[in-house]
């Protein structure tokens, strides 16, 4: 979107300053300013592109997931990404076009520009190709009957068999759903979302790192420390194990505050609107609901684990530098 017109202009502006900022502030600590060419490479994409979501004067809206990652990337302010998201989510919002008829109106309303032009065409004279091919379409409708109800025996004589022992219908649905998927593994190098998860996560049990969405050393070595402490071998990596012990089942009467974070931030991300505050507020419980239920879980607004294993499963492309 170039040159962008309309109600988000100034929200794309905005968004390009500030991704600009980013990118000409990333100079600190000794560490150089990355070049366009090279950023784009960790982007992913074309420096060409790159320059138009850093260029104010004539900006692209970049995506919300780059602009995810380029926060992570060049490790600006974390009081900035809340604005980035809010912004990059006014830019790509689509404004409701007007209906040109009234809300009323039928195409049966609607006049032709030139009446003249209307013609009527004379309706089709049966002949007896036209019959043959009546006579065969009622055919395959019949064919079509008789198979649906073969069908329908087969499908009474399976829940017949269910309901002697077999297995049922909505076992065999949970078995592939999102709760039955298996934890994803984190390790070092891991962006984003699976990065900041565990580092919320480890900062509810009292470990200080930083979430800044970059899985580095610093946060592997919190993983081990953590490990240790739980009787894990301790490689640094998050796997089934470390899930199981590093997530905190979170309801009315326990919330964590960091905890809580990580569970908006997947709810959010899993494309159900949540405030990130820290506060397990009744709006969290909501919106927690209505995941459980898009999932086939028990809706019971409390995080438990098989609701954090189908928040991870429900999220992103993992992205691994």
Do not use: C
């Amino acid at each position: 979107m170039t040159g962008p017109t309309g109600p988000d202009r100034e929200a794309v502006r905005a968004l390009a300053e500030l991704l600009r900022k980013w990118w000409e502030l990333s100079a600190r600590e000794g560490r150089p300013k990355p070049t366009q060419q090279s950023l784009a490479g960790r982007l992913g994409i074309d420096q060409t592109t790159l320059s138009r979501y850093l260029n104010p004067r004539h900006p692209s809206t970049a995506p919300l997931r780059t602009v995810e990652l380029l926060h992570t990337v060049l490790r600006a302010p974390a009081a900035d990404l809340p604005r980035a998201r809010a912004l990059a989510e006014e830019a790509t919002a689509v404004p409701a076009r007007k209906s040109p008829h009234p809300a009323d109106a039928t195409p049966a309303d609607e006049a032709p520009a030139d009446a003249a032009a209307v013609v009527v065409a004379p309706a089709p004279r049966r002949t007896a190709t036209t019959r043959t091919a009546s006579l065969r379409t009622a055919l395959a409708f019949l064919a079509v009957l008789t198979l649906g109800g073969g069908i329908g025996l087969g499908w009474s004589a399976f829940a017949h068999r269910a309901g002697q022992g077999g297995p049922s219908v909505a076992a065999a649905a949970a078995s592939t759903g999102p709760a039955a998927s298996r934890w994803p593994l984190a390790r070092k190098g891991d962006l984003l979302w699976k990065a900041r998860t565990v580092q919320y996560l480890l900062q509810a049990h009292g470990h200080a790192v930083e979430a800044d969405g970059d899985f580095g050393a610093a946060t592997a070595a919190a993983v081990k420390t953590f490990q240790a402490a739980h009787g894990l071998l301790a490689d640094g990596k998050v796997g089934a194990q470390t899930w199981s012990h590093l997530i905190i089942r979170i309801d009315s009467h326990n919330d964590p505050k960091q905890a809580v974070v990580a569970l908006q931030y997947l709810l959010n991300n899993a494309g159900t609107a949540t405030d990130i505050t820290g506060i397990f507020t009744p709006s969290t419980t909501r919106s927690l609901d209505t995941f459980q239920r898009a999932r086939a879980l028990p809706v019971t607004g409390v995080a438990d684990p098989a609701t954090w294993r189908a928040l991870l499963a429900s999220q992103g492309p993992a992205i691994h530098r």
